[in-house]
């Protein structure tokens, strides 16, 4: 008999659709109407759960499924799950590490860019006739901020953070970071404290890991970022003290922001969407189709390994 598996987000990948429907005897929560009746008839088959980074699972609907013995998350965070609660029953977590370090970064960058060079505020310029229309056409857009050179400051510096450090190395950035503690294998400068690192930072890029750690880009830390600097947030929204960010970009006491994650998505605050100072992304760092293909086989393959009796790669818990 095919193992009982439940899969918690959406994968858009055809193939990947395919080969878990193929495996597994696959059931889609989010397709699932009625789901007392769901969990009263399949609960107690359930041996693994497919989830998003983001999505994780609720400690409610652990509780309800007795026989888990995988969670396997489709993305590098496990913020929403509770790793505690997961370790106490001896269910393993893992996540597809590794997969998508390169996508995420390469948004990083695009954000800063497009924050600094108005590329998205140029874009929507030019598609709605202002340019054509304007008597003097470069009037009505500022001058943008150089991107190359910008003292960048990485909040994090995981595997990600250390792929836009090299990015952002390579536009002749002076790369500085703050973490736990320094690390030894890099060429950057650590900076223990992040609210010196905002302070000789033009721009600061959250790429920290969000299970222990919640706002603390805060109004100090947005203050001593100052006038013009920018925020880049590919991470988590909750790292960000969001009605804090909403405050600085409305007074202009931060020069604009690039952010793919927010604290209560797909939900975003309107004041963001009339502020041409911010580039705003629906998190999609990860979303192409060769990451989200690795990321499927690797969620493939966990299932596969924990079904066999052995240890999934990526294993977290
Ligand atoms: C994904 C993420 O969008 O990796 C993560 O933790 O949040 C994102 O890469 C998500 O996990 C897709 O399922």
């Known amino acids: 008999m095919k193992?009982?598996?439940?899969?918690?987000?959406?994968?858009l990948i055809p193939s990947i659709r395919d080969a878990l429907a193929e495996r597994f005897d696959l059931h889609r929560w989010f397709e699932v109407q009625d789901k007392p009746a769901f969990l009263a008839e399949h609960a107690a088959r359930i041996r693994a759960v497919i989830t998003g980074g983001h999505t994780g699972i609720s400690r409610e609907l652990m509780e309800q499924l007795p026989n888990l013995e995988l969670i396997?998350?489709?993305?590098?965070?496990?913020?929403?799950?509770?790793?505690?609660?997961?370790?106490?029953?001896?269910?393993q977590v893992c996540a597809t590490l590794g997969a998508l370090t390169e996508d995420v970064a390469d948004l990083a960058i695009g954000l800063l860019l497009s924050a600094c060079r108005g590329i998205a505020t140029s874009d929507r310029f030019v598609r709605s006739g202002q340019w054509?229309?304007?008597?003097?056409?470069?009037?009505?857009?500022p001058l943008a901020r150089q991107f190359s050179g910008m003292r960048i400051g990485i909040v994090g510096l995981g595997r990600v953070g250390r792929a836009v450090a090299v990015r952002a190395a390579a536009f002749g950035c002076p790369i500085a970071y703050t973490d736990l503690s320094a690390i030894n294998d890099v060429p950057y400068e650590f900076v223990p404290s992040l609210l010196a690192l905002a302070a000789r930072s033009d721009a600061l890029i959250v790429a920290a890991a969000a299970d222990q750690a919640e706002g603390i880009i805060d109004a100090a830390v947005l203050k001593a970022l100052g006038p013009e600097g920018y925020l880049i947030n590919i991470a988590r929204g909750k790292l960000v003290?969001?009605?804090?960010?909403?405050?600085?970009?409305?007074?202009?006491?931060?020069?604009?922001?690039?952010?793919?994650?927010?604290?209560?998505e797909p939900n975003v605050p309107t004041a963001l969407f009339a502020n041409e100072a911010v580039v705003l992304q629906p998190h999609r760092a990860s979303a192409t189709v060769q990451t989200r293909t690795r990321m499927g086989q690797m969620v493939i393959a966990s299932l596969?390994?924990?079904?066999?009796?052995?240890?999934?790669?990526?294993k977290v818990v």
Request: hydrophobic share 50%; charged share 10%; proline share 8%.
């Open 3 to 11: 193992p009982t598996v439940l899969q918690l987000s959406a994968i």
């Open 72 to 91: 396997t998350v489709n993305g590098v965070g496990t913020d929403a799950v509770d790793l505690a609660y997961a370790r106490d029953r001896g269910i």
């Open 132 to 141: 054509a229309s304007s008597p003097t056409p470069l009037a009505p857009l």
């Open 241 to 264: 003290n969001e009605p804090d960010l909403l405050q600085a970009l409305a007074a202009g006491t931060i020069a604009g922001a690039g952010l793919d994650v927010f604290a209560a």
């Open 304 to 314: 596969d390994a924990v079904f066999a009796g052995q240890v999934p790669a990526g």
